[in-house]
C-alpha cells in the first residue's frame, strides 16, 4: 500500500499563497488518483481538488476553483497543491489521499473521501491576519 505524506502547511496572512506538497512512497504503483481534502473543526471533510497521474486531468471544488491548482510530478511521486488567494475560511487540516481505482476529471459532481483508500495524517493551514 501507497504511503503518502503532506507538508507545507503553515499560518499565512489573507490573500496570500502556501504551496502543499504530497510525496508518496512505499508501492507507488499503488494509486492512480491523489485527492486533495481539507477538514475544518466541527465540519465536515471536503474534497477540495484531485488529479490522475495518467493524464494529468483534474477536479476542483467550486470553493477553490480559480484560486488553487494542482498539479503533479511522476518522476518524484509527488503531487502539489498552489494556493493562491487564501481566506480565513480555507483554515482547515489539510490532507492527501491516494487510490487505485479513482478517476478525476472536471465534470465530476464532488469529490468524496469514502472514495480514496489511502490517507496521510495531515498538514495544517491557517489563514488569518
Known amino acids: 500500500q501507497v504511503q503518502l505524506e503532506e507538508s507545507g502547511g503553515g499560518l499565512v496572512q489573507p490573500g496570500g499563497s502556501l504551496r502543499l506538497s504530497c510525496a508518496a512512497s512505499g508501492s507507488t504503483l499503488d494509486y492512480h488518483a491523489i485527492g486533495w481534502f481539507r477538514q475544518a473543526p466541527g465540519k465536515e471533510r471536503e474534497g477540495v481538488s484531485c488529479?490522475?497521474?495518467?493524464?494529468?486531468?483534474?477536479y476542483y471544488a467550486p470553493s477553490v476553483k480559480g484560486r488553487f491548482t494542482i498539479s503533479r510530478d511522476n518522476a518524484l511521486n509527488t503531487v502539489y497543491l498552489q494556493m493562491n488567494g487564501l481566506k480565513p475560511e480555507d483554515t482547515a487540516v489539510y490532507y492527501c489521499?491516494?487510490?487505485?481505482?479513482?478517476?478525476?476529471?472536471?465534470?465530476?459532481?464532488?469529490?468524496?473521501?469514502?472514495?480514496?483508500?489511502?490517507w496521510g495524517q495531515g498538514t495544517q493551514v491557517t489563514v488569518s491576519s
Open positions: 488529479i490522475n497521474r495518467s493524464d494529468g486531468s483534474t
Open positions: 489521499a491516494g487510490d487505485q481505482m479513482m478517476y478525476c476529471e472536471a465534470t465530476m459532481p464532488s469529490l468524496t473521501w469514502t472514495d480514496f483508500a489511502s
